[in-house]
Every structure is written in structure tokens, then in C-alpha cells.
């Protein structure tokens, strides 16, 4: 496994722990009561796309839709509405997957982006229809903001698989 | 390529495909969704799961807590004496109410006994504080730090110094929800203070609040207050609730647009009372049928 499928470094192997920590502490961050403050970035749905799209075999629709749940839970919302989002965004990022690891990371973000801002698409057509009031075009700030992260979060999460670059001057391969 | 009898190993089992997957899943959101906005059956799950979480979210409030903490240790001097002089100057000037508050309220018994009226119902109140807003870009939703466990029930009313802020709709063991005024789901029947009009009120999101359903020449003003009228048995009658801004008469709908706003701090946060729930007045007797039983026919409402 590579960074990007273009680089020439090798990762080692990922830890299922460390994948269940960052989602955890992704979690937390976002219950953080910011209120409304526009342009916070949804932690869960940056790191469940960052893992669906470089682990597509370990993190799937199924943690998507627990962490939807609670998600729905612990902010109130309507229950089923962060989980279907974040189901549709996980399906979309391991589809995905094979395409977007082709790219540097820019490139990548900027595939990130409209899934992301698809999501909350998904959420805002769901509560327009449950009756909620509109947020305001300043809401879809997090979604921009999430996908500037995904630059540092690549290099966050995929920081315990780095192993130290060895040059064997014999073998120069 | 496999010998008969030998199934090659399983190195490309994956479960199902992922389009399988996605139509499972997605049919269970549906069907979470429906179940929660028709039939509000999952209150349940919601009470487990959040008395689960409670801790990680108390963890992800104590940075918040203590920033505010800090923000207050380091607001000026100044400033605290302006709102010392302010507190004091309010003080003074409902003196003279509190002072004659007792008298009045015999008087007014006595008065109420010669009448022969059903006296008022004393209200009850718990202190809470608000905690933070709820992060729900769609609702206007506050959390309180009070729950099941303070005696605190949905369906109970929430005021502030100043006026309504809004209804608990939601209640866990050791917090509760608040659905502010401003909800777009929130409605609150009112009347004009000045003209006795009884009106619904509902929230209008952003903020404001509109009086529904009174016809293009109702006897509204700008500047009217608007006081629970008390006739849902959740509100008590008299507390006031918001202030009329602007009224859009257009002749060509029936109704007039009314916009008010809300007199409470009601998107501030602080120190809230929660009112105890108030029990709906019997029915009077005549109105029974013979041999119906006391409790039919009457009903709290909510909301």
C-alpha cells in the first residue's frame, strides 16, 4: 500500500485500532457545541471519507451507519438523517477509491469536495422535507473547509503506517 | 482449474456487493426516518444511546466550558460594574411592584372569591442553566442542564426574566432539550395584550416569530405585546412572549403577515426556569355527559 498509488513509498500495514481511535476522536470533535458557527468542518464524515477511500475493505456502510446514528443522537437531529448521509458518502468514496489514490493530494481534495458538499445535500433535502427551517448558504462552508483538511489529514492518519526510507547504495532500486 | 471436490480458497470473498449494500442500508435510513417523524417510537433508543454518550459529549463540552470560564475571569472590571449599576437601577424601579406584589396578589384572591373564579395556579419553577445550543443547523434546539432525574418532563414551559423562552420537548436523565420559540415547529397560542385577540403564534426560523391566521384587518398594531393566553394548559395565562414589528396587509390574501419578535433572550444564553407542568382545569360539570367518567374528555395539549 502507497500513500498514492503514484508514490514510490511503501506504508506498512494499517492498524484496525488506530482506525477506530481516529474516528473516536473524530467523534468527540464534533460534539464540541460550536452552535452555529458557520465553517467547522465535519470531523466523522472527513475521516470516514479519508478511510473509505484508502481502506475500502475495513471501514464501510456499516461503521458509516453507526456513526450516522450516533451522530443523529447525540445532536438532536432527526434520527436516520447523518446516518443516510453518511452511508451514501462512504459508498461513493470506496467507489471511488481506485480513481481518487491515482491523484496528489489537491486533486484529491478536489474529488473529496463534491461528495462532501452531495452529503449535505443528502441532510438538507431530508430536513426541507421533514419541515426544518434552511440554514443558510453559509452552512455549506463546512464542507469546504473539510476538504482544505484533507491535505494535513492524509499526513495525520496515515502517519503510524510510515516507515523510515532505507537507501541501500548495493541496490539503488 | 479446480480439482473436483475442491473449492478454490476463499482470497476474493468480499460479502455482498457493494450496490447490495447500499440499497440495505438505505432502506433502513427510510425507514429510521419515517419511523421517527410519524410515528416518534424511537424516544427510547434515543434516551439508551444518549445516556451512552453523555460522558463523551460532557468531555467535549469542558474545553467550551472553560474558554467561557475564562472569557468571564477576564471581562473588565468596567464591565461588570455597568451591569452591577444596571442590575441595581432595574431593582429600584421594580421595587415599588415587588413591594405591593404580595397585597395585590390577596387582593386579587379575595377579589377572585367574591367572583366565585377558580383561583390562579400557583407556579412552580426549577432554576437550569443553559448549557450550549444544539448543533442542528435545521432547528432552533437549546440543551439545559437539568433532566428526568430534577423532575423535569416534556411538554414543560420554559421562561426566562423577561418572557417565554420555549418548551422542553425532550428529556434525558441528566440534560433536556429545549425547543426555542423560534422553532419552525414551535407554536405558542397568545393574545394581544392591548385588544384581548386571541392569536397561535409560531416560530419563523432566523430568529423571529409570526402570528398565523388573523384576518387582514385584525386589530393589530406594531408594538403590540403578546401574552400566553393560557388556553393549551401547558402555558400559564399573562407571561409575555413577543412584540409585534411589522405587518404586511396585503389585500389579496386573507390573512395578514405579522411578524413579531421575541421579547425573552431567547437565542442568549443563561439561567432559565422551568415551569412545572400545569394541570389542565376539570371540565365543568354540566358539560358531562351522565355517566361518563371524570377523566374523558379532557386533554393536555402539546404543544
Excluded at chain 2, 105 to 123: G, I, S
Excluded at chain 2, 256 to 280: D, M, T
Excluded at chain 2, 282 to 287: D, G, K, L, Q
Amino acid at each position: 500500500m502507497q500513500p498514492t498509488h503514484s508514490s514510490r513509498r511503501i506504508l506498512l500495514p494499517v492498524k484496525s485500532w488506530f482506525i477506530a481511535l481516529s474516528l473516536a476522536s473524530a467523534l468527540l470533535l464534533n460534539l464540541v457545541p460550536l452552535g452555529r458557527l458557520p465553517g467547522v468542518p465535519d470531523w466523522v464524515a472527513l475521516s470516514l471519507a479519508f478511510w473509505c477511500v484508502h481502506q475500502p475493505l475495513k471501514v464501510g456502510m456499516g461503521a458509516a451507519f453507526f456513526l450516522g446514528l450516533i451522530m443523529d443522537v447525540a445532536l438532536g437531529t432527526l434520527m436516520g438523517q447523518h446516518a443516510l448521509a453518511y452511508v451514501l458518502l462512504a459508498f461513493a468514496a470506496a467507489g471511488w477509491s481506485r480513481r481518487i489514490l491515482w491523484f496528489p493530494l489537491a486533486q484529491q481534495a478536489l474529488h473529496v469536495l463534491p461528495m462532501l458538499l452531495a452529503m449535505q445535500l443528502v441532510m438538507l433535502a431530508t430536513r426541507m422535507l421533514a419541515g426544518g427551517e434552511f440554514p443558510g448558504v453559509l452552512w455549506f462552508l463546512s464542507s469546504f473547509s473539510a476538504a482544505a483538511l484533507w491535505y494535513p489529514a492524509t499526513y495525520v492518519l496515515l502517519l503510524p503506517q510510515f516507515q523510515p526510507v532505507e537507501r541501500d547504495e548495493n541496490r539503488p532500486i | 482449474m479446480s480439482v473436483v471436490g475442491h473449492a478454490p480458497p476463499p482470497f476474493f470473498k468480499r460479502g455482498p456487493a457493494p450496490l447490495a449494500r447500499l440499497v440495505f442500508f438505505v432502506t433502513v435510513c427510510l425507514v429510521l426516518l419515517v419511523t421517527d417523524l410519524r410515528f416518534h417510537t424511537l424516544e427510547w433508543a434515543r434516551v439508551v444511546v444518549a445516556t451512552v454518550v453523555w460522558p463523551l459529549q460532557r468531555a467535549a463540552y469542558a474545553p467550551v466550558e472553560a474558554a467561557g470560564g475564562l472569557g468571564q475571569y477576564l471581562s473588565s472590571l468596567a464591565t461588570l460594574q455597568g451591569e452591577n449599576a444596571d442590575l441595581r437601577r432595574r431593582q429600584l424601579a421594580t421595587a415599588n411592584q415587588l413591594l405591593r406584589q404580595d397585597h395585590l396578589e390577596q387582593e386579587n384572591q379575595r377579589l377572585r372569591a367574591l367572583l366565585d373564579m377558580k383561583a390562579r395556579q400557583p407556579a412552580e419553577g426549577r432554576v437550569a442553566e443553559v448549557l450550549y445550543a444544539a448543533r442542528d443547523p435545521f432547528a432552533r434546539r437549546v440543551v439545559i442542564d437539568k433532566g428526568t432525574q430534577d423532575g423535569i418532563a416534556a411538554g414543560q414551559a420554559v421562561i426566562d426574566d423577561v418572557g417565554v423562552v420555549g418548551q422542553v420537548t425532550r428529556v434525558f436523565p441528566l440534560m433536556s432539550e429545549v425547543t426555542l420559540l423560534t422553532d419552525k415547529d414551535q407554536a405558542i397560542p397568545v393574545q394581544v395584550q392591548r385588544s384581548g385577540l386571541r392569536a397561535v403564534l409560531a416560530g419563523a426560523g432566523a430568529g423571529s416569530l409570526e402570528l398565523k391566521f388573523l384576518a387582514a384587518n385584525a386589530e393589530v398594531e406594531p408594538g403590540d405585546i403578546l401574552v400566553t393566553s393560557g388556553l393549551d394548559g401547558v402555558y400559564l395565562p399573562g407571561l409575555p412572549v413577543a412584540r409585534v414589528v411589522r405587518i404586511d396587509r396585503d389585500q389579496s390574501f386573507s390573512f395578514a403577515r405579522i411578524h413579531c419578535a421575541p421579547l425573552a433572550g431567547v437565542e442568549r444564553h443563561g439561567h432559565v426556569l422551568v415551569l412545572g407542568g400545569r394541570i389542565a382545569p376539570p371540565a365543568p360539570e354540566e358539560a358531562r355527559e351522565p355517566g361518563e367518567k371524570a377523566g374523558k374528555g379532557r386533554r393536555i395539549k402539546r404543544k
